[in-house]
């Protein structure tokens, strides 16, 4: 099993940065495709980027592309989500979540992933 806590949100102004940390625990990091969703309270859980093993193939959903940024550190067992420029529209609760990547072919689908952490609030207002 894999265990995983986010951390890094808060509360910022439109055009500000926050990065994310997803730390992962139960398992062998290295070997599971990364995916980063958020959800507005009464809505669907949405996509937001996603990275597969070695960082050998990164997605991003259309509104993160060109401001937020993916990455890995397997020697940490820990995710990043790194955003910038961020608008009202980012406000959601930010979830990490895992899959054991075979293939690695919905990594847009909650569904794929077999992992999800708590949650941490991203709020962006002025």
């Known amino acids: 099993q894999v265990q995983l806590v986010e951390s890094g949100g808060g509360t910022v102004q439109p055009g500000a940065s926050l990065r994310l940390s997803c730390a992962a625990s139960?398992?062998?990091?290295?070997?599971?495709?990364m995916g980063w969703f958020r959800q507005v309270l009464g809505k669907e859980r949405e996509f937001v980027a996603a990275?597969?093993?070695?960082?050998?193939?990164?997605h991003y959903a259309d509104s993160a592309k060109g401001r937020f940024t993916i990455s890995r550190d397997d020697s940490k067992n820990t995710v990043y989500l790194q955003m910038n420029s961020l608008k009202p529209e980012d406000t959601a609760v930010y979830y990490c979540?895992?899959?054991?990547?075979?293939?690695?072919?919905?990594?847009?689908?909650?569904?794929?992933?077999?992992?999800w952490g708590q949650g941490t609030q991203v709020t962006v207002s002025s």
């Open positions: 979540a895992a899959e054991r990547d075979i293939g690695f072919t919905n990594w847009y689908s909650g569904y794929a992933y077999d992992y």
């Open positions: 139960g398992g062998t990091f290295s070997e599971y495709g």
């Open positions: 990275i597969r093993r070695s960082g050998s193939d990164i």
